[in-house]
C-alpha cells in the first residue's frame, strides 16, 4: 500500500476489487447525491436511494420519468454521485454514464415497497423509471480498521503528538 507524503494510505482498485469497494460503501450510506447536468455549475443534485449495485459495479435506481435528473440525463448522461457513511468515516465519489429506461422486467426487478411512496401506482405507474448508472472511475476515503480503531487512533495521536491515521484512500474503476 502507498503513503502520499502526508502520511495517508493510498490503495487504488480496479475490477472485482473496486466493485466490491463500490458495493460496501453504497450499501453502508443507502443514499446518496445525484449529480446530472455537469456542464452547469453547481451541479443539480437530489437524494436518492440505491436499489442495487450488480456484479458489473453499475448502480441501479428508480426515477420519476417527468423528475429533471431524467430530463438532464436525456440531455447529457453524465453523473456524479457522491456517498457518505459518516457513522463510519466512510466516503465516496464515482462518475460515470446514466441510462434511463422504462423496462417492465428492470421496474419489476429494483422495486421495492418503500417506492410506492413517490410511485404510487406501484410497477404500473407510468412515472416509473428505472436508472442504470455505469460507473467509469471514482475515488473512496475509508478507515482501514472501523471508526472504533479509528478514534483510538487519533486520541493516541493527539496524546503522544504522532500521527496514527488509520485511513485509506484511493481510486475505484470497476
Known amino acids: 500500500m502507498k503513503k502520499t507524503p ?9 475490477h472485482a476489487r ?5 458495493r460496501d460503501l453504497a450499501k453502508a450510506a443507502r443514499i446518496c447525491l ?6 452547469r455549475f453547481p451541479l443539480t443534485v437530489s437524494p436518492m436511494a440505491v436499489q442495487a449495485v450488480d456484479e458489473a459495479g453499475n448502480l441501479w435506481f428508480l426515477s420519476a420519468r417527468s423528475s429533471v435528473r431524467n430530463l438532464h440525463i436525456g440531455q447529457d448522461a453524465r ?16 462518475h460515470g454514464t446514466a441510462t434511463v429506461s422504462d423496462d417492465r422486467a428492470l421496474r ?9 411512496t413517490w410511485m404510487h401506482g406501484g410497477v404500473d405507474d407510468p412515472e416509473l423509471t428505472v436508472i442504470k448508472v455505469a460507473i467509469k472511475d471514482g475515488y473512496y476515503w475509508d478507515t482501514e480498521h472501523g471508526k472504533a ?3 483510538l487512533k487519533i486520541a493516541v495521536g493527539a496524546v503522544t503528538g504522532k500521527t496514527m491515521d488509520d485511513s ?7
Request: proline letters at 5%; a negative charge; glycine letters at 8%.
Open 6 to 14: 502526508a502520511g495517508e494510505a493510498i490503495e487504488n482498485l480496479t
Open 108 to 116: 419489476e426487478k429494483y422495486w421495492t415497497p418503500i417506492a410506492k
Open 79 to 94: 453523473v456524479q454521485l457522491l456517498f457518505a457513511n459518516t457513522g463510519d468515516s466512510q466516503y465516496l465519489t464515482v
Open 34 to 39: 445525484f449529480g446530472t447536468a455537469p456542464a
Open 168 to 174: 485509506v484512500e484511493g481510486n475505484v474503476r470497476p
Open 149 to 151: 480503531v479509528a478514534l
Open 18 to 22: 473496486a466493485v466490491e469497494k463500490i
